[in-house]
């Protein structure tokens, strides 16, 4: 049963980086034509898609953080990551990964599996 | 802000049927198909609903999702205690929003 786990520091300075790892286990990012996404949620507010990339390498960014995002993945270790660059007290969420179906001619676009969130508070 | 406009909540009691509307335009709703999530207190969001009106494998037929012009509705049919949760719709934007926006969330309340 594949499964996702989200990993990194709970507490980031303002101005500096945000680094997140997705661990995927149960499966194998390599074997899947499915994509890898991060959506994050601030809190008591909603979801926003963050980006996402496809064990080719190519990736697909929200152009609101896009300027200072950057999702890779390592398909070696099965696992993607996610770098938020220049952070304020803004970027303070539940930050998800997420494993989803992408289809752009017909606008398919769904999560249909997340791994359970992980904190991150921007402050000094 | 969010992209799609879902009212903040909604109520109903245990064995009735509710719904939860979704709007956004041409460029989302309008062009693409939608999908829901529910989230339980203190989880992960969950799939609920893709494509429209596809239910993933275990989740139970009393959920059910439409869509017509720019609006879609998830309607919950025999609303039961546990389906207590903030509801969220979502679709691809074919503008520079995209590939996915979300709705900003309907807090769904059993009285």
């Known amino acids: 049963q594949l499964q996702l786990q989200e990993s990194g520091p709970r507490l980031v300075k303002p101005s500096e980086t945000l680094s997140l790892t997705c661990s995927v286990s149960?499966?194998?990012?390599?074997?899947?034509?499915?994509?890898w996404g991060w959506i994050r949620q601030p809190p008591g507010k909603g979801l926003e898609w963050i980006a996402s990339?496809?064990?080719?390498?190519?990736?697909y960014y929200n152009p609101s953080p896009k300027s200072r995002a950057t999702i890779s993945v390592d398909t070696s270790k099965n696992q993607f990551s996610l770098k938020l660059g220049s952070v304020t007290a803004a970027d303070t969420a539940v930050y998800y990964c997420a494993r989803h179906e992408m289809v752009r001619q017909f606008g398919y676009i769904w999560f249909d599996l997340w791994g359970q969130g992980t904190l991150v508070t921007v402050s000094s | 802000q969010s992209v799609l406009t879902q009212p903040p909540s909604e109520s109903g009691t245990p064995g009735q049927r509710v719904t939860i509307s979704c709007s956004g335009n041409t460029s989302n709703i309008g062009s693409n198909p939608v999908n829901w999530y529910q989230q339980l207190p203190g989880t992960a969001p969950k799939l609920l609903i893709y494509s429209n009106n596809q239910r993933p494998s275990g989740v139970p037929d009393r959920f059910s999702g439409s869509k017509s012009g720019t609006s879609a509705s998830l309607a919950i049919s025999g609303l039961q205690s546990e389906d207590e949760a903030n509801y969220y719709c979502a679709a691809w934007d074919d503008s520079l929003n995209g590939p996915v926006v979300f709705g900003g969330g309907t807090k769904l309340t059993v009285l």
């Open positions: 149960g499966g194998s990012i390599s074997n899947s034509n499915l994509y």
């Open positions: 990339v496809y064990r080719t390498g190519t990736t």
